[in-house]
């Protein structure tokens, strides 16, 4: 029987001028992929640079784009009525940026994963799946497309020919459906670093998940998520890195 590995990812680099958020510099060594804002709702140039430097140092973390709608106020997680062409143009010039930043240090692209309202308006809408797919496909074959499990975005990747990663959330509830419960609900998102480890830990070994209802659903899970900008962040990636040793599950880039 083969060892069991996962990817464990962050998203970062979402400070923007004199604003920290997060904590990137402890957290990137402690995981294998990094997803990187890409100055629309989250990070600058100077940041970017900042990021991709420090992935490079850590020798062994993987560097993905983060592009989001262009709402730095609202972090991107206000939704944005665009038309299929605006969605394409947006994509293509956020991977662009980092894509430009990162080779100039020796670095490339590994995947994709959109941000917040982006990434959550694909639940329900297959054809923004589908640009957003269509996109990644054009700017580079290769890229990898991260997207919630077994729903559109992953489905779009695989159509339009592309390596597609299930995504699953240590700090976020479900719905029955295998959506994320809405940030506006109680019980969104999970505060308790041990009860996200062992949750994690289920996806995993199981592939099953229990809902915000109680009820459990089927998951797949080829990468962790952890949210850089959360209070916590930095105890949960500790805490699920001791539970998946402890099971005797590696951390392994994608």
């Not at 990070?43 to 900042?50: A, N």
């Not at 140092?57 to 262009?70: I, N, V, Y």
């Not at 609900?185 to 009860?195: P, Q, R, V």
């Not at 962040?233 to 539970?243: G, H, S």
């Amino acid at each position: 029987m083969s060892k069991l590995t996962i990817d464990l990812n962050a998203d970062l680099g979402e400070s923007f001028g004199n604003y920290s958020i997060g904590n990137d510099s402890e957290i990137i060594p402690l995981i294998s992929s990094a997803n990187v804002a890409c100055g629309f709702h989250a990070g600058d140039p100077g940041v970017m640079i900042e990021t991709v430097k420090r992935i490079k140092a850590s020798g062994s973390t993987g560097l993905g784009a983060h592009p989001g709608f262009l709402d730095l106020m609202g972090f991107g997680r206000r939704y944005m009525q665009l038309s299929d062409d605006e969605v394409y143009a947006m994509m293509l010039y956020q991977l662009s940026a980092l894509d430009g930043i990162a080779r100039t240090y020796g670095l490339s692209i590994n995947h994709v994963k959109p941000h917040g309202a982006l990434y959550n308006a694909t639940f329900k809408d297959d054809n923004l799946a589908r640009v957003i797919a269509e996109a990644v496909k054009d700017f580079n074959p290769e890229l990898k497309l991260m997207g919630l499990a077994n729903n559109n975005l992953v489905k779009a990747g695989e159509a339009a020919g592309l390596e597609v990663k299930n995504e699953v959330f240590a700090d976020r509830a479900y719905e029955e459906d295998g959506t994320l419960v809405s940030r506006s609900k109680e019980g969104a998102m999970i505060t308790d670093s041990d009860l996200a480890a062992k949750r994690v830990i289920r996806m995993l070994k199981e592939g099953k998940v229990e809902s915000i209802s109680g009820k459990d659903i089927d998951i797949k899970a080829d990468s962790i998520c952890v949210h850089g900008d959360g209070e916590k962040a930095l105890e949960f990636v500790k805490e699920i890195r001791r539970n998946l040793k402890e099971q005797g599950i590696d951390i392994e880039t994608f």
